[in-house]
């Protein structure tokens, strides 16, 4: 599976820029808890963002690049939505449900949400693949858990090919 291509290399350096971009905005004064209507945005996109959690920690290393490449795929999915600090806060569940349940455990149990839904199943395959190449070269790790990926979302071989791009057809 090719991880090189135009589409995925800009979409790549676009949610990079996004997720440079730090958000601090204290919550109103008497509240700390976020809005119903933030937390049902957290709730409708953690499935997708735990993924690429997941696949940022598979190689058992992960750079600020890749952190940025996370963040801004958040922001994109949330239209912006999301702060910072919530942001961090999700990011801390999805690293203590991997500690919980095992990284390999969780992606399973992740993967077996989003392939529900087909639209939801191939974009978290794109921004997984973009997650990937966040570093700007994937190793074996992180192929190996993006075809695992794949496979547990139902996804064949050829849309998948189309889906990264490599048909021209991004």
């Given amino acids: 599976?090719?991880?090189?291509?135009e589409s995925l290399l800009?979409?790549?350096?676009?949610?990079?820029?996004?997720?440079?971009?730090?958000?601090?905005?204290?919550?109103?004064?008497?509240?700390?808890?976020?809005?119903s209507d933030v937390l049902a945005i957290v709730q409708?996109?953690?499935?997708?963002?735990?993924?690429?959690?997941?696949?940022?920690?598979?190689?058992?290393?992960?750079?600020?690049?890749e952190l940025e490449v996370l963040r801004g795929a958040i922001r994109a999915l949330t239209e912006d939505t999301l702060r910072t600090p919530i942001i961090d806060g999700m990011l801390?569940?999805?690293?203590?449900?991997?500690?919980?349940?095992?990284?390999?455990?969780?992606?399973?149990q992740v993967a077996a949400l989003l392939s529900a839904d087909r639209q939801d199943a191939e974009?978290?395959?794109?921004?997984?693949?973009?997650?990937a190449i966040a570093d700007e070269s994937p190793d074996d790790q992180e192929r190996a858990w993006l075809e695992d990926l794949r496979q547990m979302l139902g996804i064949k071989p050829a849309r998948a090919s189309e889906l990264l791009g490599e048909l021209g057809m991004l």
């Fill in 44 to 65: 409708r996109v953690a499935p997708m963002c735990e993924v690429l959690y997941l696949l940022m920690v598979a190689d058992e290393h992960s750079d600020e690049r």
């Fill in 10 to 35: 800009r979409l790549r350096d676009q949610l990079r820029r996004s997720g440079e971009r730090r958000s601090i905005a204290p919550p109103p004064p008497g509240k700390s808890d976020p809005p």
């Fill in 92 to 108: 801390e569940r999805f690293e203590a449900n991997a500690n919980q349940y095992g990284r390999e455990a969780r992606l399973a």
């Fill in 1 to 5: 599976m090719r991880l090189d291509s």
């Fill in 123 to 131: 974009a978290a395959f794109t921004l997984a693949a973009v997650m």
